[in-house]
């Protein structure tokens, strides 16, 4: 294929002698392809199709770079390089005495989208320099440990630069009991009070929080110390930090004073008493000088509760989970509280696990907690509000799932968990010509109530095929489910009934997915990654080669859903542009070639969805039309597997800091990019016992970010039992 280079000036005029290079995008050490422009201006390479990232250098001009370069047999590539006027810039770093900073990093980001991000290191001198370096806007960013990290930037960057760094300060934070003694610090948190860099290191050891790399200003520390069980005072003081300047802070607890203990009933609006829901009182303000209490509580059956070592001062009493407050004075020591019913109940569930004959079951898993115990018991602390999904899993037994729909306090005992032998499901394999497959090929059982979901949990047995292709599977629970086995030659899908006992399962050719991913120009879009679903542990994925194309094998007969995940090369600067898919449903049948041809959304609108908190468990998705609340658990599982998916690269195309990436358990953000005007469904939804759900009806009728705010899925919404 032909690359060809076109360099001009900002006139328009040829440039001859401009050095250009080309380098595959996903592959930063591949390598590089160079040529020269001619008196034309012109230059050409012939490569293979694919995804480059091309830059060029000429004598007294800007760098320049394109990281977004898509070559394919039927589409050669012109880069067209508008080089503007640039050339050297060189400078020295030096710390606040004048003193040289040797092994500073440094890097020019340029404000013009056509420059590349240019670094350098002070060398033994201090000094460095920069070639290809533009007359326009940008920032200069300097690091080095021990130094405060500079950003400065300029208008029109000069031809010689002084770059002077302050040293950064240290601090050692230790703690003290309220009868001097020291008290070990494993944590502390430490906030800037007036405006600054807020960047810094944190170590704990030995008892003491060392922070590092502090820059000059005033800060504020705290920590947080248990004096009584269901107790946690907390300590601050506030320091100012002086370049290069080493300190010691001392976190006491002296001096703390009591007051006189509380004690009283919490009761609901309709005074009865709210019993086994945790009460919280909370006294001072750290960020007012005031030392902070925080003492919890639980109530007993009757709704009463009693509180010791809480500090001087009003009280503000909550029950966990909720906002809402209630004052208590300084003075008072019996009182009567009222609240809003929780649904939270603190305590712990206990119970026995036994065989169907009665007798213990000694070893055990609940969810992921392994239990020994001779009579069966066990016992751990409420993790949440109810409904609660417990799954018990032994050997020699089926896995039992139990929902709990109620808790007490302080104890709540469930009936006896009486787990089954389950059923033994014997079965044979045969290929797609009738004859017995080889044995290895794994058989997995999945229960109907799970087969749509998106993550394909619901495996709950499995078993090998041996050289017969028959199969043995023990202990499979006696509810309705299928079995699913994917090889080579083909996949099979088979419904069981809660009692059926044999079974055989036929292989039927794939259906095979001959794809092509293009942008809105018909550019072949290499790296991009395609992942097909289907019900149960049906899943599969194939990245885009050179010239845009992926192949894959999907169950036939069953419908699946196809969509695109990440495919802009993380290490590239600045990133390419991001390009967002519509999910495609099909069903092919057996030994069919489905041909998609698959464009990026060119929409002029986004959907920026906001929660009121992040977790790990939400499924945001976007429907196109109006699409009404699903009927079942199944349809609204089906419905998030086909739905439009939050972006999944949002970050920004130009970082000024090349630093890696956190990975987050969760979000509270969801971004739907290059949406085309219309009308949508938002589902928003939280998949735990059940699935919780918030449908909210949308119409994008303008170019530009939309922005909707949801409730959280428990708060309201529709609820799916499984």
């Not at 059956?301 to 966990?320: N, T, V």
């Not at 010509?433 to 080889?438: E, I, M, S």
């Not at 679903?533 to 699946?560: H, I, K, M, N």
């Not at 956190?662 to 290059?674: A, E, L, N, P, T």
Request: net charge neutral; charged share 25%; glycine share 12%.
């Amino acid at each position: 294929m032909i690359l060809t280079v076109v360099a001009q000036d900002m006139g328009g005029r040829p440039l001859p002698g401009v050095h250009f290079k080309a380098r595959h995008a996903l592959d930063e050490h591949s390598p590089a392809f160079s040529g020269l422009t001619g008196e034309g201006g012109k230059g050409q390479l012939r490569l293979p199709s694919g995804w480059y990232s091309v830059g060029a250098r000429g004598v007294g001009y800007q760098s320049f770079v394109d990281t977004d370069v898509r070559l394919g047999r039927d589409h050669p590539a012109t880069v067209t390089m508008t080089l503007q006027p640039g050339g050297t810039v060189s400078g020295r770093v030096v710390d606040a005495f004048g003193a040289p900073v040797v092994g500073a990093r440094l890097a020019w980001v340029p404000e013009d989208e056509t420059a590349p991000r240019l670094t350098a290191v002070s060398g033994k001198d201090a000094r460095f320099s920069f070639e290809g370096v533009g007359l326009g806007r940008g920032v200069l960013l300097t690091e080095r440990p021990d130094f405060i990290r500079d950003r400065r930037v300029f208008e029109s960057l000069p031809r010689e630069l002084a770059v002077t760094l302050t040293a950064s300060g240290k601090v050692r934070v230790r703690g003290q009991a309220p009868d001097g003694r020291p008290v070990n610090l494993y944590d502390a948190e430490l906030e800037r009070i007036d405006a600054g860099d807020d960047s810094w290191s944190r170590v704990s050891a030995d008892g003491v929080v060392r922070y590092e790399g502090l820059g000059p200003g005033r800060y504020r520390v705290t920590t947080s110390y248990a004096p009584w069980p269901s107790t946690w005072w907390t300590a601050a003081s506030e320091f100012t930090v002086l370049p290069g300047q080493a300190q010691e802070v001392a976190l006491s607890f002296a001096g703390f004073k009591e007051r006189e203990a509380l004690h009283g009933r919490v009761v609901g609006p309709d005074d009865r008493p709210l019993s086994g829901v945790q009460l919280l009182a909370e006294s001072g303000e750290v960020k007012e000088g005031v030392p902070r209490s925080l003492t919890r509580a639980v109530t007993d059956a009757q709704g009463r509760f009693a509180m010791e070592h809480l500090l001087q001062g009003p009280q503000r009493m909550k029950l966990s989970g909720s906002q809402q407050a209630v004052e208590v004075a300084t003075d008072a020591q019996d009182v009567s509280l009222t609240f809003r019913a929780s649904t939270t109940v603190e305590g712990v569930i206990e119970g026995r696990v036994l065989a169907p004959d009665g007798r213990p079951v000694s070893r055990f898993k609940v969810g992921a907690t392994t239990f020994e115990n001779p009579e069966g018991r066990f016992s751990f602390p409420n993790f949440g509000p109810p409904p609660l999904e417990m799954n018990f899993e032994a050997r020699h037994f089926a896995p039992l799932r139990r929902v709990v729909e109620t808790l007490q306090s302080p104890r709540t005992v469930l009936p006896d968990i009486v787990l089954d032998r389950g059923r033994t499901v014997r079965g044979q394999v045969l290929g797609v010509d009738g004859k017995p497959v080889a044995s290895g090929i794994e058989v997995y059982f999945v229960l109907t109530r799970e087969l749509s979901r998106p993550s394909a949990q619901g495996r709950r047995a499995g078993a090998l095929t041996d050289a017969s292709g028959r199969f043995v599977m023990a202990h499979v629970p006696r509810e309705a489910g299928a079995l699913f086995l994917d090889a080579n030659a083909g996949a099979a899908m088979q419904p069981l009934g809660a009692e059926q006992e044999t079974v055989t399962l036929r292989l039927v050719p794939d259906a095979r997915v001959q794809g092509m991913v293009a942008d809105a120009e018909g550019r072949p879009l290499e790296g991009y990654q395609w992942r097909f679903r289907c019900q149960g542990p049906f899943v599969s994925q194939s990245t885009a080669d050179a010239e845009g194309r992926f192949t894959l094998g999907a169950p036939a007969g069953q419908e699946c859903v196809l969509k695109a995940s990440e495919g802009r090369g993380s290490s590239n600067w600045p990133r390419p542009p991001r390009r967002v898919f519509f999910p495609r449903r099909f069903v092919g049948a057996p030994g069919e070639t489905l041909r998609m041809e698959l464009w990026a959304r060119t929409g002029p609108a986004s959907l920026r969805v906001t929660l009121p908190r992040a977790s790990e468990w939400y499924d945001v998705v976007l429907a196109q039309g109006d699409v009404p609340l699903p009927a079942t658990a199944l349809e609204m599982d089906a419905l998030v597997l086909s739905g439009i998916d939050p972006d999944v690269d949002v970050s920004e195309r130009r970082p000024e800091r090349l630093e890696p990436g956190i990975i987050q358990s969760g979000s509270d953000v969801f971004v739907f990019s290059s949406l085309p005007l219309g009308r949508y469904t938002l589902f928003v939804t939280e998949d735990l016992v059940g699935r919780s759900v918030q449908r909210i009806p949308l119409e994008i009728a303008k170019p530009g970010v939309h922005d909707t705010a949801s409730k959280l899925p428990g708060d309201g919404g529709a609820y799916f039992a499984r």
